[in-house]
């Protein structure tokens, strides 16, 4: 069975560094691109990034480019999103998810919710 | 990229059917079979309904239908059921860095 399973909800100040993380597990994570999508409260979806853990290959969209780094390791077949300095509006709940042979993302993650507050 | 544009809501009473439209460009939707739905419940991770333009996943029941015409797809549920409510999400591959935008989303009110 594949799963994504994702780690906790974080509560962080502005200015914080965080990394959440993606286990992936039931099918071979290196032949399926991976990647991130924020939902903000009460807002659409929009992808982050992803990345193909095979070779590292990552790529951005230009919203977020420069904002988050993505990254994955497969030896432990779990990929990564990180800030190195989080913003209020960072607030948000970010899912993880498989992206299948036809561009349809086929597998989620549960979410993590992240809230950046003073 | 710009989303692809849907309808902010849409409803339909218990057993009757309804189409949400999913508009985009001749880089995304018009130029490619890779349109996906996903149904959002709240507080749930979406759920993929629809893959390549009218294929649904194992699981997912013949109620849900995909189309395309030009650079326009639609998700047709027919046999509304109380359940069905939820957001519903197209997306495309497109040209763009990242391979696939999403659509900005629509609320499905079952009366």
């Known amino acids: 069975e594949v799963q994504l399973v994702q780690s906790g909800a974080e509560v962080k100040k502005p200015g914080e560094s965080l990394k959440i993380s993606c286990k992936g597990s039931?099918?071979?994570?290196?032949?399926?691109?991976i990647g991130w999508v924020r939902q903000m409260p009460g807002k659409g979806l929009e992808w982050m990034a992803i990345?193909?853990?095979?070779?590292?290959?990552?790529r951005y969209s230009p919203s977020f480019q420069g904002q988050v780094t993505i990254s994955a390791d497969k030896s432990i077949s779990t990929a990564y999103l990180q800030w190195s300095s989080l913003k209020a509006s960072d607030s948000a709940m970010y899912y993880c998810?498989?992206?299948?042979?036809?561009?349809?993302?086929?597998?989620w993650g549960q979410g993590t919710l992240v809230t950046v507050s003073t | 990229q710009s989303a692809l544009t849907q309808p902010a809501s849409v409803s339909g009473s218990p057993g009757q059917s309804i189409t949400i439209s999913c508009t985009g460009t001749?880089?995304?939707?018009?130029?490619?079979?890779?349109v996906s739905w996903y149904q959002q419940h709240p507080g749930k991770a979406p759920k993929l309904m629809i893959y390549?333009?009218?294929n649904r996943p194992s699981g997912v029941p013949d109620r849900f239908s995909g189309s395309k015409s030009g650079n326009t797809a639609s998700l047709t549920i027919s046999g509304l059921q109380a359940e069905d409510e939820a957001d519903y999400y197209c997306?495309?591959?497109?040209?763009?860095?990242?391979?696939?935008?999403f659509g900005g989303g629509t609320k499905l009110t079952v009366l």
């Open positions: 390549e333009v009218s």
């Open positions: 997306s495309s591959y497109t040209t763009s860095s990242i391979h696939v935008v």
């Open positions: 998810a498989r992206r299948g042979f036809s561009y349809a993302s086929d597998y």
């Open positions: 990345i193909y853990p095979g070779d590292s290959d990552t």
């Open positions: 001749s880089s995304d939707v018009g130029g490619y079979n890779y």
């Open positions: 039931g099918y071979s994570f290196t032949s399926y691109w």
